[in-house]
Nanobody
């Protein structure tokens, strides 16, 4: 079965850094696009960062210049390096894997990891 398992969340002070990891299994990692979403209480889920199978990246305006998404094919793992964290970054961060072949979509989600930015 497909599994996406996030780790690395926690409590950090404003201005601090965290690195989230998403370890995958049960998928052909190299052909999937990967992404990080986040959702705070009372807010819509939003796309934070995405990376294609070829390594192209895209970021939400709110995190551009502070966050970096990357992937390690050998480990089948995607990372989100978060620097200069702000209280408004507080949310549950969820890993996503997706692909489309011949109009057939595959889409998988992790369980999420809590990030809290507070002094």
């Amino acid at each position: 079965q497909v599994q996406l398992v996030e780790s690395g969340g926690g409590l950090v002070q404003p201005g601090g850094s965290l690195r989230l990891s998403c370890a995958t299994s049960g998928i052909s990692f190299g052909i999937y696009a990967m992404a990080w979403y986040r959702q705070a209480p009372g807010k819509q889920r939003e796309l934070v960062a995405a990376i294609t199978s070829g390594g192209s990246t895209n970021y939400a305006d709110s995190v551009k210049g502070r966050f970096t998404i990357s992937r390690d094919s050998a480990k089948k793992t995607v990372y989100l390096q978060m620097n200069s964290l702000k209280p408004e970054d507080t949310a549950v961060y969820v890993c996503n894997a997706n692909m489309v072949v011949d109009s057939i979509r595959r889409n998988y989600w992790g369980q999420g990891t809590q990030v809290t930015v507070s002094s």
